[in-house]
């Protein structure tokens, strides 16, 4: 299953975005991109790491699957097999949701305090924060991402999106509303039932933190299918939750494929409601299935082309190093990256030239090794992916600036690509590439960039870069996105709502709109006799 | 028992981080309830001491980090303060019980726990102080902002030192303020206990400051002192409106007031007999009759109030007063000997009034601050005994007949902190709830307290709210932000 990402958190705002993306301090033997390719050719780092769980979770117990299967998951650095992992599949997915119907009808979370449900959440974030590093390794590991990436942000931001909804189950208030007669009327908040969670690739562990955050806050119970590339660090951390506290059958994870495990959740008619990041064409296979199931709700959190608006009074330099962050930020594997960078025409080229240096400055490596900004992208067929993007982009006549090729020999490494003289009708203007690809479209006033960053079926996210308050509103209420980024990129703080309009999908995340997701709305009316007010 | 082994390790004034001294170098004496005897000199807070408080307070809202780091920070810090307070509840307990004559055992596993719940519920309420944006009616993009007020005052009582000390600091503290707390004079030293705890938790110095002192000096140095930006007071009706006046001729301060009560508990004749006698028995006698909100009015239906009369009776008398170390007593011994002699005072002037005494209504033990449950029937309301607050465990009992005469009667007071109604019946339930003038309305039920649970009053018993997100409002300041907007698509 395709997927979609994201980048998480308030710690990277310029300054430490600096100190982590640009690379101006490196200790000795990491290459930059360019100038040797050697890196990837000496010895991948072999992380101190042992694989304790590839099972399927349910009821709190690891299992093998009932077909007895497994799947591969691999290395992107090398290619190699990390893990053989049991392959949940239809029935895997029933014994899952009897566990979570079980948990949510009967069992002791239905019940429990809202108190005592945020003391549990807290005592997770505890103890994922205690096991900080080792995660980031599987992390790191399983999906390629750098590890100072992982253990310095990533795995941080997922002990504070845990704590921040840690925080909300005793703060989820319905109204009281007035009548036009006599009549009481109180609207309560319930949990929905067992929700289904189908999450990435991309960000593998806060993908997870985004979903079971709200979910349990909510007092929901959940079956989660990981995604097959990167089902290690999941199976580790809920592992770690039910050492924290958390009954059993309120978590279950299940590793699998999307068109088996992952329609066999979504089409569950015990299943109340589906939550699933990833591609739009996924996304749309999961609302008809919901549509033809039980009419399950649903939220999608789908791909995106999100602009970086660059205006003419925009500092080059600091415009270049967000736009070059928006962009490359995790090898390019987010739903949100800031895909079409459009530049104001009296300082495109100069534009052109910085972003071109500066990626050319990238530090593409083993992402193990400190000072590594990019490492390999996911999988085989990511990789063949872009590249075939990159011819697309050359064949319909952009400007390949720098990069185009794969970087080393060994493992899924893309060399970080620029296309100038990008025009809004090429393939890699339009659809999402989701790789190291940046295009850098020229514009040159304000209403033709606003038609042109919202002629796209996506509406997930832009940045706007700009020192003047009145072109920041203008572009903030004229873009048709969820999340506008202004002189900023990638601020994923846990009270802020993210989601698309448009085919980016439909409900928000993190934040109060997060537990929408989650609640079910009930209306108490009752006959008042002789009110003293209404 | 627990309180031989007691050792007071805090007497000093908190300022700034340190313990020191009172710069007079004044101390008073804190007296243990059950014998009257000296249990710690602390160091008296006067005006001069609440002027360094003050501008240690000021300096770290001012230039801090406290109010200027995420509250995602703070919050985790407040997550630290509470397990410390958890940690330590066997100490704070049996402080509270020495001082202040609380049960050991209830404080030790009911009310400290309950507090550091309390820091808790603040501490994930840090992150989710929200403003708004809002909708202009013209080309206009708007918003608040909700702040921290700024240096805030809190003045505490003695009924609940450890409670009072949470539901306001907790708060403040989480959405960014700096506090300084005066609590009450016979029961200052869980909070200097509190303050140490919250130094090692982490909490910066100078944003939580701890003042012993007396009400005329300390309190009112704090009330109109021109750099505090709020106070939050809890105690006597009559200290309220010193307050407000201190406020008003100073600063005009912003003010929350959590003040007195005669609260009604109303029966009626559908009610579960047994439940409303252990209710109504529980809302007055409960912590000595010294809360705010006890049910110190028992309003019964005539069909069953001679049998509610005598079963009250009786489970009274299963009411045990004693040592509250001692696990099988129920009430402690009051504050001091001032409240003891008002206590005893009231109990003549009721039955000078004309009031029938049917149990209790005497001193007991042969030292200490101990008073029997005492139960009054046939009182009127134009009886003092019904009109005012007595803060002891003396329970006035009367008759009425219909749900409108129980309205009516329920709402006869200057007060209007809160109501107890016992009925299955759900139109009474319904019409009492609406029409009752008072803060908290309790079906079936009393003392129903939670970290999410505004509490306050109507009327004469104050204003604001402590508890709750709603007492989040009472220490920001909210601030609109307005911009034009050019070529907006949309409004």
């Known amino acids: ?48 790491v042992k694989i304790d769980y590839n099972q399927i979770l349910i009821n709190g117990q690891f299992l093998d699957s009932a077909s007895g299967k497994t799947f591969p998951t691999y290395d992107p650095r090398t290619e190699e097999v990390i893990a053989h992992v049991a392959e ?120 997870l933190a985004w979903k079971v955050g709200p979910a349990l806050a909510c007092g929901n119970t959940i079956v989660m299918k990981t995604a097959e590339q990167t089902p290690l660090s999941a199976l580790y951390v809920a592992k770690l939750f039910h050492d924290a506290g958390l009954p059993p059958g309120v978590l279950n994870i299940v590793s699998g494929f999307g068109p088996t495990a992952g329609a066999a959740l979504a089409s569950h008619t015990d299943v109340d409601k589906v939550a699933f990041t990833g591609s739009t064409a996924t996304g749309k296979i999961i609302l008809e299935l919901a549509a033809k199931s039980n009419l399950k709700q649903v939220t ?48 495109y080229d100069e534009f052109v030239e910085k972003s071109k240096a500066r990626a050319l400055r990238r530090v593409v490596g083993d992402p193990f090794k400190t000072g590594v900004e990019q490492g390999p992208q996911i999988d085989d067929l990511q990789f063949k992916k872009i590249l075939g993007c990159i011819k697309s982009g050359v064949e319909s006549g952009a400007t390949l600036e720098t990069g185009g090729g794969r970087f080393g020999n060994k493992g899924f490494y893309v060399q970080p690509t620029i296309f100038s003289n990008v025009k809004d009708e090429m393939f890699i203007a339009k659809e999402e590439i989701f790789g190291p690809v940046q295009s850098i479209l020229k514009f040159k ?8 960053s919202n002629a796209s079926r996506y ?76 | 028992m627990g309180d031989s082994k007691t050792e007071i390790k805090f007497s000093q004034l908190f300022i700034n981080g340190s313990f020191v001294d009172s710069l007079s170098g004044n101390t008073f004496e804190t007296l243990d309830p059950r014998t009257g005897e000296v249990i710690a000199l602390v160091a008296e807070g006067g005006k001069e001491d609440i002027d360094l408080a003050v501008k240690a307070a000021r300096e770290a809202f001012d230039h801090g980090k406290w109010p200027r780091m995420p509250g995602s920070e703070r919050g985790k810090i407040l997550m630290k303060f509470a397990s410390l307070i958890e940690e330590h509840a066997d100490e704070i307990a049996a402080i509270d019980t020495l001082d202040a004559g609380k049960l050991f055992y209830f404080g030790k596993f009911a009310q400290i726990p309950a507090i550091a719940g309390n820091v808790r519920y603040y501490a994930g309420a840090a992150d989710k102080i929200h403003g708004e944006t809002l909708k202009m009616s013209r080309e206009f993009q708007a918003y608040t902002l909700k702040e921290p007020i700024g240096v805030v005052g809190a003045i505490i009582p003695w009924n609940f030192p450890s409670m009072m000390f949470s539901i306001k600091v907790s708060p403040a503290l989480a959405v960014g303020c700096t506090v300084i707390v005066k609590p ?28 012993p002192g007396f009400g005329p000096t300390a309190g009112a140095a704090l009330a109109s002192h021109m750099d505090v930006d709020k106070v939050t007071f809890t105690g006597s009706t009559e200290v309220g409106r010193k307050i407000m006046e201190a406020s008003a001729k100073s600063n005009l301060k912003s003010i929350t007031l959590e003040l007195g009560g005669k609260s009604p508990v109303i029966i009626f004749d559908d009610a579960d007999l047994d439940m409303a006698v252990e209710l ?82 005497k001193a007991c033990g042969d030292k200490g601050y101990y008073i029997e449950p005492t139960i009054f029937t046939d009182v009127k309301d134009d009886m003092r005994i019904a009109q005012e607050e007595i803060f002891g465990p003396v329970m006035s009992v009367m008759k009425f007949k219909t749900i409108d005469e129980a309205i009516e009667r329920g709402n006869c007071s200057i007060y209007g902190l809160g109501a107890g109604v016992i009925t299955k019946n759900i139109d009474t339930v319904n019409q009492m709830s609406r029409s009752l003038r008072v803060g908290v309305v309790w079906v079936n039920c009393y003392f129903a307290f939670d970290p999410d649970l505004p509490f306050g009053g109507y009327k004469m018993s104050g204003f604001g709210k402590d508890q709750g997100m709603d007492s989040i409002e009472g220490f920001v300041k909210k601030k609109t932000v307005a911009t034009p907007l050019y070529n907006s698509p949309w409004l």
């Not at chain 1, 705002?13 to 040797?36: I, Y």
């Not at chain 1, 962009?327 to 390019?332: D, K, P, V």
């Not at chain 1, 006033?445 to 042109?452: G, K, L, S």
Request: aromatic share 8%; charged share 20%; net charge negative.
């Open chain 1, 1 to 48: 299953m395709a997927a979609c990402g994201r980048r998480i958190t308030s710690l990277l705002c310029r300054a430490p975005l600096k100190n982590l993306m640009s690379g101006t301090v490196l200790p000795a033997r990491v290459n930059r991109f360019g100038t040797a390719a050697t890196a990837v050719e000496e010895p991948p780092i072999r992380p101190d």
């Open chain 1, 88 to 207: 949940g599949d239809a029935e895997d997915i029933d014994r899952a949701v009897a566990a979570a119907r079980q948990a949510f009808d009967n069992g002791p979370w239905r019940k429990m305090t809202a108190y005592e449900r945020s003391r549990i959440i807290n005592q997770c974030a505890d103890i994922v924060e205690k096991h900080n590093d080792e995660i980031a390794m599987l992390e790191t590991l399983d999906n390629g991402k750098t590890y100072e990436q992982a253990s310095k942000i990533e795995i941080p931001t997922v002990v504070r999106i845990l704590r921040y909804y840690a925080g909300w189950p005793d703060k989820i208030h319905g109204l009281v509303v007035p009548a036009d007669g006599p009549h009481h009327v109180q609207i309560m908040h319930e949990a929905i039932g067992v929700a289904g969670q189908i999450i990435p690739w991309n960000f593998p562990l806060l993908m």
């Open chain 1, 300 to 347: 999608l959190e789908l791909g995106g082309k999100s602009p970086f608006i660059v205006c003419e009074d925009a500092d080059v330099d600091e415009a270049v190093e967000l736009a070059h962050f928006a962009l490359f930020f995790n090898q390019g594997q987010c739903c949100c990256a800031g895909s079409r960078t459009f530049v104001h025409e009296s300082i």
């Open chain 1, 445 to 452: 006033d304000i209403n033709e960039v606003i038609q042109r």
């Open chain 1, 459 to 534: 509406g997930l996210a832009a940045g706007v870069f700009t020192q003047n308050i009145d072109t920041a509103n203008t572009l903030s209420r004229s873009l048709r996105v969820g999340t506008v980024w202004v002189n900023c990129f990638d601020i994923f703080d846990a009270a802020i709502p993210f989601g698309g309009f448009k085919m980016s999908g439909q409900g928000r995340e993190k934040g109060i709109d997060s537990l929408k997701n989650y609640l079910q709305v009930k209306s108490v009316v009752t006959s008042l006799k002789n009110p003293a007010w209404l």
């Open chain 2, 184 to 211: 009450a004079e016979q029961s200052p030293l869980s909070a200097l206990y509190y303050a140490h705890l919250a130094k090692l938790a982490g909490i910066p110095d100078g944003v939580l400051n701890v003042v």
């Open chain 2, 280 to 361: 109504a028995r529980l809302a007055i006698f409960f912590n000595k009759g010294e809360v705010c909100i006890a049910g110190s009015r028992v309003l019964v239906q005539e069909g069953i109030y001679d049998e509610f009369i005598k079963k009250c009776i009786e489970k009274s008398k299963e009411w045990k007063v004693g040592d509250p170390f001692d696990p099988t007593v129920n009430q402690g011994p009051q504050i001091d000997k001032t409240q003891y002699e008002k206590v005893l005072s009231y109990i003549e002037l009721g039955k000078s009034e004309g009031a029938k005494l049917v149990s209790g209504g």
